[in-house]
């Protein structure tokens, strides 16, 4: 734990220092910052219960199975405007960037996590904007796409996640949403996409492979009961 007096790293040279550059397992087409055991993470992310967990860290399987199918479909944000909810590392918003998007907006609320999108959109070629901000009480943003990768880990936060997806959809905007079906993820609210094998960081499975999917919402009433379908696997 920090000692009374320390200084806060600076989180882009803190990162460059300490998480090697590796390419994301199942998306080589992606390099990021990517914590190991020896990174001394807690020395940025901090140890106080108010400090947000170091998430943006590590590929989580929603975020990668949503670059990975964006990467096999650009023609899904070929010219349009994307905004990565929750982007974590900017896994997404590069696959995006990549894939073709005219604009990618990458939004998290940890700070450390913005500093990691901008050094990982760097080593990557594309151009992002990172901002650090909590907007899911807000009115829906100006984009076309909106993309959701692993945000369904917390029962509250999944309530207040899928109140504003819903908002996002009425005013117009697609949603797309990758998850490897963790806990509080709404499945009756979603229409199962394409699935995909891709790591996980999260949920306790230590990189281990699993079968995620990319959904996008129903449309239907609230309550009411649609099993996802598979459209298609990889």
Known sequence: MKRPGMSQP???????ANLPISPVPSIPEIRLHTARPASGLWRLAGRREADPPPYW???W??????ARHLLNRPEMVSGRRVL?????SGLVAIAAAKAGAATVTAIDIDANAIAAIGLNAAI?????VARAADIIEDQPPATDLLVVGDLFYDPSLA???MAFLR???ASGIE???GDPERAYLPQGELNRIATHAVADFGGGTGGGAVQAGVFALSGKAEGEIMPGSRAATA
């Open 124 to 128: 990557n070629g594309v151009n992002i």
């Open 57 to 59: 860290a590590y590929p």
């Open 84 to 88: 990565d909810l929750g982007a974590g």
């Open 159 to 161: 309530l207040r996640v």
């Open 10 to 16: 600076d989180p882009a040279a803190f990162i460059k």
């Open 61 to 66: 399987a929603g975020g990668a199975v949503l």
């Open 167 to 169: 908002r996002c959809q």
């Open 175 to 177: 949603v797309l949403i």
